[in-house]
Structures are given as C-alpha cells and as structure tokens.
C-alpha cells in the first residue's frame, strides 16, 4: 500500500513475508476442513505477485498505477486464499488483520478506517456463502474474527490519526524554523544597520561635538564649553551602555537573575511609559539564567512594541520540577490563533522565544483575548 510515512519497499518486503507465514498456518493448525486442492495454486501465485512486487520496487521501476492496484489484488488474494481453505474457518482469515495495519502507514486515518471496514466486510460475506458456513460452530467463529478484525481496525486507525497528527505537528515546526531562520537573517542585517546608523549619527556626531566644545573650552576657558562637552560624553556613554546590555545582558554576570530583569523591566518602562513590576523567585536562579533574561527581553519588547498596556508583570518562580516565567499585561491583547500569520508578516517575537522554550525541554503558552491582555507563559526544565 502506498505511504508516504514508510518506504514502499518495507511494505513490499512485509507482502512477501506474509506468503510463508500463512503457508505454516494452513500446514501446522488443525482445521475442521482441510483446504481444497487451489489453495496451493493461488498461494503461490500470490507469491510470484509478491515477489514480481518486490524486484520492481528494488529496481525503481513499478508503474504508479501498478502501485495503486497493490492493495485490492491483497485484498482480493485473501479473501480467495480463505475461501479456498476453510472459509470461517480458516487460519488464512488472520491476513485480513495486515489490511489496516498496512493502512495505518499511509498517515491517513480515513484510508485506514476504510480498509479496516472494507476487510470486515469482505470476511464476513465470504464466510456467509461459504459452505462451512453451516457448520455448528461458524457463526460464533464469523462473530469473533469479525470483532477481532473490528477492534485491530480501530486501534489502526488511533495510531493513524497519531501519526498523522505529529507528522502535520513536525512539518508545521519545520516550516516556522524555515521561516523563522529567513526573519532572523533579515533582523540581524536591520539590526546591523540600526547599530550602525546609531553610532555614526548619535554617538561619533555626540563624541564629535563633545570634541569641539574641549577645544573651545582650552581656548576661552568658558565654563559653559566644558559642561556641554560633559553632557555629551554621558549621553554618548548612556547609549553605549544602552545597547551593550541589548547584545549581553552584562547585569546578570555582576548582579544575579533579579538584577538583571529589573533593569530590562526598568528599560521597557521608559520606553512605555507604563508600570512594570518584576517578581523573581531566588530558586529560580540557575542554569536557565541567561535563556529567562532573553526570553523575558523578548516577551517584554513584544509588550511594548504591541500591547499598549498600562501595567506589565513579570514573574519568574520555581519549585521542585520546573521553573517558569510569566510576563502579563492589560493591554489590547490579540487573537492567539493570528500567531501563524504574525510569523508571515515578519513578527517573530513569540515563534522565536517558542524555539528556544522547546531547545531548553521546555513549552511557551499563549493566552490572550482582544481588549483583555496578554499572559504568556515559560516553563523550563529544574534550574539546578
């Protein structure tokens, strides 16, 4: 059967093996009815098919419609090879259990509840015109193979719809990494540009006029000369010291984790003229100091940039099985389910620190309502 999840090579391996194992069942197991004399015949057919099967897959060369028609030719070469010896009573009939187990590798969970239905059915109507189908014991035999084909189908279908469920999960994480990666080339360059254009037209024009006041104040010794050029050597180390804690957060390695996001907290609250509060447990200081301080940046640049709020909180707690950081505010919040199409605008504020939550072992959660704010939540791993 076709799948994208498996080789079809494995699958054809799979058809091949199951010629010899049916072949013990019919030979070793003590039936009420012997087999007829085609059994042998169609089983071994069968075998050829599968093996033609085999060799075309290793040489590459099976046509797609070839490999369409795979499934009903196993399909209708069970039900024939139960047929032919016994019918309900058959040790043949436990092929039919290999539909939708096949099935369940094409990730599909329709397909294998088709399957799974379609093998139902065509045991129970080749048991039902089956002559053994009056002997004493066969409708019992009909019912329990048939609800035993019934409950493999189910769990086929359960573990199809799991796989197809983390395969969809993985290639959406594959295309936001794919995403995210092209927005963090096009950030870095930006941001490469902002530091640039900062240095040249603020710090070397400030460095430039603090330079020609001390001239000044050396020629006339006016007092105004020296304290303008000192003003603009602190605005100049201002910004320097800005922008360093915004490539390391320095504070960290001096002052420890509270230090360090009470100065980003700090920060933010100048530039959104809104109270921000920051709460950080002892315990929660660690090994996932540096990742909380980036992570904590981020959140509250987004609130910033986004929110509008008045009043921001960031928490960060720990106890025994994990730490976590909390940043809310009581801005104008947003749709959670918009997050998709942010990362497509180039917003990749929450995918990236998603990321680095998932690089750590850990989970980011959103909660937000329009008018109503926005809570995101970290959880880590143990900081110690």
């Not at 013990?24 to 004399?37: F, I, N, S």
């Not at 075309?56 to 369409?68: E, M, S």
């Not at 995210?180 to 080339?185: E, I």
């Not at 926005?374 to 791993?381: F, G």
Request: charged share 20%; glycine share 6%; aromatic share 4%.
């Amino acid at each position: 059967m076709r799948a994208p999840g498996v080789p079809h090579l494995w699958l054809a391996v799979l058809r091949l093996a199951l010629v010899p194992v049916v072949l013990l069942a019919e030979q070793l197991v003590d039936h009420p009815v012997a087999h007829t004399g085609a059994f042998p015949f169609l089983l071994a057919a069968y075998g050829l098919w599968a093996a033609a099967l085999l060799g075309l897959h290793l040489a590459r060369r099976q046509p797609p419609a070839l490999d369409r028609a795979e499934p009903f030719v196993d399909l209708a070469a069970i039900v024939a090879l139960t047929y032919a010896s016994g019918g309900p009573f058959s040790e043949t009939a436990t092929a039919f259990f290999v539909l939708p187990v096949l099935a369940a590798a094409r990730l599909r969970p329709r397909v294998t509840a088709g399957w799974a239905l379609g093998a139902i059915t065509c045991f129970i109507l080749l048991s039902v015109v089956h002559p053994n189908a009056r002997e004493p014991d066969a409708t019992g035999r009909i019912v329990s193979q048939a609800a035993y084909l019934a409950l493999v189908g189910l769990a086929a279908t359960l573990v199809s719809h799991v796989l197809h469920q983390r395969d969809v999960a993985i290639a959406r994480l594959a295309e936001q990494r794919g995403q995210l990666a092209t927005h963090a080339l096009t950030a870095e360059q930006r941001e490469r540009r902002r530091l640039a254009e900062l240095l040249h037209d603020e710090s070397v024009q400030t460095l430039s006029l603090a330079r020609q006041e001390l001239a000044d104040y050396r020629r006339t010794r006016r007092d105004a000369s020296f304290d303008r050029a000192r003003d603009a050597i602190d605005e100049t180390l201002a910004q320097l010291r800005g922008e360093i804690f915004e490539l390391h957060p320095y504070v960290l390695d001096y002052a420890g984790l509270q230090a360090a996001v009470q100065a980003l907290a700090d920060r933010g609250a100048l530039r959104m003229g809104a109270d921000i509060t920051v709460a950080v447990d002892p315990a929660a200081s660690g090994r996932h100091d540096e990742l909380i301080v980036v992570l904590a940046r981020e959140l509250l640049n987004n609130a910033v940039k986004h929110s509008g709020a008045d009043h921001v909180e960031i928490t960060v707690a720990a106890d025994a099985e994990r730490v976590e950081l909390a940043v809310r505010d009581d801005g104008r919040g947003f749709d959670p389910a918009r997050r998709a199409a942010s990362l497509l605008d180039g917003h990749i504020g929450l995918a990236s620190s998603e990321q680095r939550a998932l690089a750590a072992g850990g989970t980011l959660e959103v909660s937000s309502r329009r008018g109503r704010g926005t809570t995101v939540r970290v959880t880590l791993p143990p900081a110690r």
